[in-house]
């Protein structure tokens, strides 16, 4: 079955700490991409990688931090410079970079304490 | 950059009743998604339909990307259909970012 994981589902965190978000897809895509979004909001792209070793910032990168060694995998950090981080995180791909259709994970419900 | 719009923002519905929901855009576009938000928040796909007219059982789509406009249909309203839609586009100025509408949420009534 091909699609996107994301883990863990849900995640709490103490302030001042890191903290990294799993995306794995197993679609043979090459984009890839993390968006946020808050309660009653829509999204906004955090991160995204066209490609293996290429990564790109969003329109709201600071405080994040990726990584992208491998074609099926895109992990998130959320740093402790982030002020704001409690969100729902969602990670998507596509065959190209914007282009085709996208599909998302199940997502992430981050909580900081 | 291109500006997307959802209206309307909220819709309350009857069980049976039918819907339209419009995403207007600023710019012309070679992608455009409409995506429904269930109340877990995963987001499932509903149309890749950067022009022309799709069906899907009690859903149906159009855009006509000469006048920057799409319309998501759906017809006798379930329960289950509640949630949030969402209209991405691609912009062909912005070929890099896939930009998200704030969506309309539907709330439907049993």
């Known amino acids: 079955d091909g699609g996107i994981t994301q883990s863990p589902k849900y995640l709490f965190r103490k302030e001042g700490q890191n903290v990294t978000l799993s995306c794995e897809q197993n679609?043979?895509?090459?984009?890839m991409y993390w968006y946020r979004q808050d309660p009653g909001q829509g999204l906004r792209l955090i991160y995204y990688?066209?490609?293996?070793?290429?990564?790109q910032k969003g329109d709201i990168a600071e405080g994040y931090s990726v990584s992208r060694e491998k074609k099926e995998s895109f992990p998130l950090t959320v740093t402790s410079a982030q002020k704001n981080p409690t969100a729902f995180y969602l990670c998507a791909s596509s065959i190209r970079l914007a282009g085709g259709e996208v599909f998302f994970g199940p997502g992430t419900r981050l909580t900081v304490l | 950059g291109i500006q997307v719009e959802q209206s309307p923002p909220d819709l309350i519905l009857q069980e049976g009743a039918n819907s339209t929901l419009r995403c207007n855009f600023s710019?012309?576009?070679?992608?455009l998604q409409w995506f429904h938000q269930n109340p877990w928040g995963q987001l499932i796909n509903l149309f890749y339909?950067?022009?022309g007219t799709k069906q899907n059982g009690r859903l149906s789509a159009t855009t006509v990307a000469t006048e920057r406009y799409s319309l998501l249909y759906i017809s006798s309203s379930q329960t289950t259909d509640s949630g949030v839609y969402f209209c991405a586009v691609v912009s062909t100025s912005s070929a890099s970012k896939i930009i998200f509408g704030s969506g309309t949420r539907l709330s439907i009534r049993p």
């Open positions: 710019d012309s576009v070679n992608n």
């Open positions: 679609l043979n895509h090459d984009a």
């Open positions: 990688s066209q490609i293996v070793n290429d990564f």
């Open positions: 339909i950067p022009s």
